[in-house]
Nanobody
C-alpha cells in the first residue's frame, strides 16, 4: 500500500509556472507507475500525465503536451509535475495517483489503485 501527498499548488497568473510534488510513503515507490489527473468544477476527472516505474516512459494529454513535464525521483519517493505557460483552462484540483503492475491504461483513472487528496491550481488573468 502507498500513501500519496501532493503539494505545490497555488494561485498564479496565466503564463506563469508551477511545480507540483507528490510524496509517497513506503519503500516500494519504484514499483508503481505514477500519474497526474485533474478535475475542474463541474467536469469529470481527466488524465494529465503519467510516468513509468523507472521513468523511461511518459505519456501526456494533448492539452498539456509541450507545456507540462512529469518526472520522478525514486530515491526521494517523489513524482513531480512541472507546469509551464499556465492557462485559465488548467485551473483544477490536481491529483497524484499510483498504479502497480504493467505500463498500460495509464490514461484511465480507474486503472490507478491509490490517490492523493489533491492540490488546487488556479491560473488567472
Amino acid at each position: 500500500q502507498v500513501q500519496l501527498v501532493e503539494s505545490g499548488g497555488g494561485l498564479v497568473q496565466t503564463g506563469a509556472s508551477l511545480r507540483l510534488s507528490c510524496a509517497a510513503s513506503g519503500r516500494t515507490f519504484s514499483m508503481y507507475n505514477m500519474g497526474w489527473f485533474r478535475q475542474a468544477p463541474g467536469k469529470e476527472r481527466e488524465f494529465v500525465a503519467a510516468i513509468s516505474r523507472s521513468g523511461d516512459m511518459t505519456s501526456y494529454a494533448d492539452s498539456v503536451k509541450g507545456r507540462f513535464v512529469i518526472s520522478r525521483d525514486n530515491a526521494k519517493n517523489t513524482v513531480y509535475l512541472q507546469m509551464n505557460s499556465l492557462r485559465t483552462e488548467d485551473t483544477a484540483v490536481y491529483y497524484c495517483a499510483a498504479r502497480s503492475g504493467l505500463w498500460f491504461s495509464v490514461k484511465t483513472a480507474s486503472a490507478f489503485n491509490y490517490w492523493g487528496q489533491g492540490t488546487q491550481v488556479t491560473a488567472s488573468s
